[in-house]
């Protein structure tokens, strides 16, 4: 009972761990850092590059802000009160013949000018740098991040899907990860920019004046109230940016992908409208976002207005008092319009901070997930071929049902034989089979392979010995080729025994492109039949232990269906004795089975031969007559 709790608690928590932080829904303010921090241990990976980023970054700053020193201290030199100014260009000069009347330059003039042309040079060079560092281990930690999600939604069990919007995904995936990249390529060299220019500042200007450091600085301190009140109105705004960005991509997904039922229900108005009003919310959001925004970037300014003009009228002050030189004070005043730069981009910063943030919580939620279906403790791989299935009591309850679908059931199948299952709908048939397969767990009861708990086995090994085709055959953008040999490394002759197999191999020559036509999106330029015999071959070409159709053959007509059933079942074509399992509606897909079992409400009502279940004139009886046109209406 604890386990089926956990399993529910899981998946509940799951539902919403994509679009919304629990948090979240327990603040209307947040303040930025609870998730964002969560990049650095994929920048630290790469820690060497990191380090070799920040030296150059901060190195980069250094020589940023040497030439202001230069230029005030050549304020200095060049005082016309300066005596040393005036020996300087008596005794050590160099003369520049090419340019008359200029008369002659002193090699110290000249070692300003070499100084500040030097700095700019080094800054180059350490900025490009830095760049490089920082964008490469942004786009690693950005590839990183994404396949961590990647392999976190690859891992959840197929129910996990059932219930979230493909596009939703896509965007936390693609958008959401990408917001991250620009996190760690601008914000982090950003922040070491702003730190760097900021201590660097202070400690060359404290060390020319405390006095008018502090005066200089003091009013910045207005700063941090005002990050405070930013940080803890926007975030949740963003947030909800990024998640009606998911839901404008989860409907224009899912309307492109359905655009012939859309247009044939002359729905395309209905569908703007949905897109339209999730567009809306993002427009009110950003809207509300900017507003804030544009509150708090002019407070920015009104701070350095003050700080500046206070270093204006201070600074001329003590210049007059005599407790700073004239180069000093342009070196202030210097340095201190450099510190507009820093000041405006910390504004910028700590938007993208919040933006970053909100994509972080989805971006790790997605990460965070963990399957209810997993490898037990102690399982092992399946090496002996599948020689037989077994239900033993086994009762099943979807997550979000509260009645069992499955009621008790008991079945079994070995090699060579064929089992077919028939109920209406809703009756928990291809629940059976999303059970071998281990899309669900049976909440009480035991699925069997070979006499022992499935469970037993690792999962990746127990379905490498099981074909399965859905009663919704889906093929992947690209050729038929590549749809039959999915995800494995075959031979042409291979792929097309597995389509002779599958009553595919006349429908294939007939194309002019053959194996290499291309089937389009979910392989909307093929029928639905020819859909359902691709899959099947790709089934097939597994040579599988266990065969399990689900409606398979629900799109064929009667002629191919039963050409498929002899290359399946006479025994001339198959390589081994395989298990099959068939669910279907459709009885005649199923009347030659060793057993057939008839199920009602989630459970077994009768099971037998064909000719036995006619003469039991129960379920089967009742629709083999419907279906052949025998009863009345």
């Not at 040497?66 to 100014?85: H, K």
């Not at 008359?100 to 100084?115: A, C, K, Q, R, Y």
């Not at 830095?130 to 991040?145: C, F, G, P, V």
């Not at 201590?199 to 910045?220: N, Q, R």
Request: charged share 20%.
């Amino acid at each position: 009972m604890s386990d089926e709790i956990d399993s529910k608690t899981k998946e509940s928590m799951s539902v919403t761990s994509i679009s919304k932080d629990n948090s979240d829904l327990l603040e209307e303010r947040q303040v930025v850092g609870r998730k964002i921090w969560r990049i650095f241990p994929y920048v630290i990976r790469y820690w060497q590059r990191a380090l070799g980023g920040l030296l150059a970054n901060m190195g980069a700053r250094v020589f940023d802000l040497i030439p202001f020193i230069a230029i005030g201290m050549a304020a200095d030199y060049y005082n016309p009160d300066n005596p040393q100014f005036t020996n300087s260009r008596v005794e050590s000069f160099v003369t520049i013949e090419s340019i008359p009347d200029l008369g002659p330059i002193s090699s110290t003039e000249l070692g300003f000018g070499l100084l500040i042309f030097a700095s700019f040079v080094i800054l180059a060079i350490f900025q490009g740098f830095s760049n490089q560092l920082w964008q490469s281990i942004a786009y690693k930690a950005q590839h990183d991040i994404r396949m961590d999600a990647t392999r976190s939604l690859l891992n959840m069990e197929a129910s996990y899907f059932e219930t979230r919007q493909t596009g939703n995904l896509m965007s936390v995936l693609s958008a959401d990860v990408a917001q991250l990249e620009d996190i760690i390529s601008d914000s982090s060299t950003s922040i070491i920019r702003i730190f760097t220019t900021l201590c660097t500042a202070f400690v060359i200007l404290y060390w020319m004046s405390p006095l008018l450091c502090m005066i200089l600085f003091g009013p910045l301190i207005m700063i941090v109230p005002m990050v405070i009140w930013f940080s803890t109105r926007v975030q949740r705004k963003y947030r909800k940016q990024r998640e009606s960005t998911g839901g404008i991509i989860a409907i224009l997904e899912n309307v492109l992908s359905g655009i012939t039922i859309v247009q044939a229900y002359n729905a395309t108005g209905f569908e703007r409208d949905r897109v339209e009003k999730q567009s809306g919310n993002y427009r009110d959001q950003a809207v509300q976002a900017a507003f804030i925004r544009n509150r708090f970037i002019p407070g920015f300014h009104i701070v350095a207005g003050i700080s500046f003009g206070l270093l204006v009228s201070a600074g001329g002050w003590l210049m007059n008092s005599g407790e700073i030189s004239v180069g000093q004070f342009v070196t202030f005043l210097l340095i201190s319009t450099r510190m507009t730069m820093p000041l405006w981009i910390l504004g910028m910063l700590l938007n993208q901070l919040q933006k970053g943030e909100a994509a972080s919580r989805r971006v790790f939620a997605v990460i965070d997930l963990e399957p209810s279906i997993f490898d037990r403790e102690g399982s092992i791989p399946l090496e002996e071929p599948i020689s037989s299935v077994s239900f033993q009591d086994v009762s099943f309850a979807y997550p979000s049902s509260i009645s069992n679908v499955l009621n008790g059931i008991n079945l079994s199948a070995s090699s060579g034989q064929f089992l077919g299952v028939m109920g209406h709908t809703g009756a928990g048939k291809s629940t059976i089979l999303k059970l071998i397969e281990r899309f669900y767990e049976p909440q009480t009861g035991k699925v069997l392979i070979n006499g022992r708990d499935i469970n037993e086995f690792s999962i990746e090994s127990v379905r490498s010995r099981i074909g399965f085709v859905s009663q919704e055959p889906f093929l992947f953008y690209g050729t038929i080729r590549d749809n039959v040999a999915y995800a494995r490394d075959v031979k042409e002759s291979e792929i097309l025994d597995a389509l002779e197999l599958a009553g595919a191999s006349e429908f294939i020559s007939q194309l002019s492109n053959g194996l290499d036509t291309m089937v389009g999106d979910r392989g909307v330029m093929l029928s639905g039949g020819q859909r359902a015999r691709i899959s099947l071959a790709r089934a097939l070409l597994k040579d599988p232990d266990l065969l399990i159709l689900d409606e398979a053959s629900a799109a064929l007509d009667a002629e191919t269906e039963k050409r498929i059933q002899q290359s399946l079942f006479d025994g001339s074509s198959g390589k081994k004795k395989r298990i099959t399992i068939a669910v279907a509606h459709r009885l005649a897909t199923i009347r030659n089975a060793d057993e057939i079992i008839a199920m009602v409400d989630g459970a077994i009502v009768e099971r037998g031969k064909h000719e036995e279940l006619l003469s039991n004139e129960n379920v089967y009886a009742s629709q083999w007559s419907i279906q052949i046109g025998e009863l009345d209406s």
